[in-house]
């Protein structure tokens, strides 16, 4: 079975950093697209960033120059380092998985997903 685990989430000030890491388990992890979307409170799914096979690095505007997406094929995690984290970045985050090729940001094109973990950033 596939797991994916988050964790690092928290409280943080405006203007602070908070780092979440992506555990991933039951899947050949290096041959998996990689990606984190958020979900605010009364608002829909929001891509935020994703990582290729070979370690290409996508982002949706908001988070450019913020947050930066990595990954450790030989630890089967991926991270997201967030800086200058701003109260409108509240949300639960997610990590998820696809197994093959990606050429956009949809949601749609994750088979697996993690529970989520909660951050809250304060103004």
């Known amino acids: 079975q596939v797991q994916l685990v988050e964790s690092g989430g928290g409280l943080v000030q405006a203007g602070g950093s908070l780092r979440l890491s992506c555990a991933a388990s039951?899947?050949?992890?290096?041959?998996?697209?990689m990606g984190w979307f958020r979900q605010a409170p009364g608002k829909e799914r929001e891509f935020l960033a994703r990582?290729?096979?070979?370690?290409?690095?996508y982002y949706v505007d908001s988070v450019k120059g913020r947050f930066t997406i990595s990954r450790d094929n030989a630890k089967n995690a991926m991270d997201l380092q967030m800086n200058s984290l701003k109260a409108e970045d509240t949300a639960v985050y997610y990590c998820?998985?696809?197994?093959?090729?990606?050429?956009?940001?949809?949601?749609?094109?994750?088979?697996?997903w993690g529970q989520g973990t909660q951050v809250f950033v304060s103004s």
């Open positions: 998820a998985a696809s197994a093959r090729v990606l050429d956009s940001n949809s949601w749609l094109n994750f088979d697996y």
């Open positions: 039951g899947l050949i992890f290096r041959n998996h697209h």
């Open positions: 990582i290729s096979r070979n370690g290409v690095r």
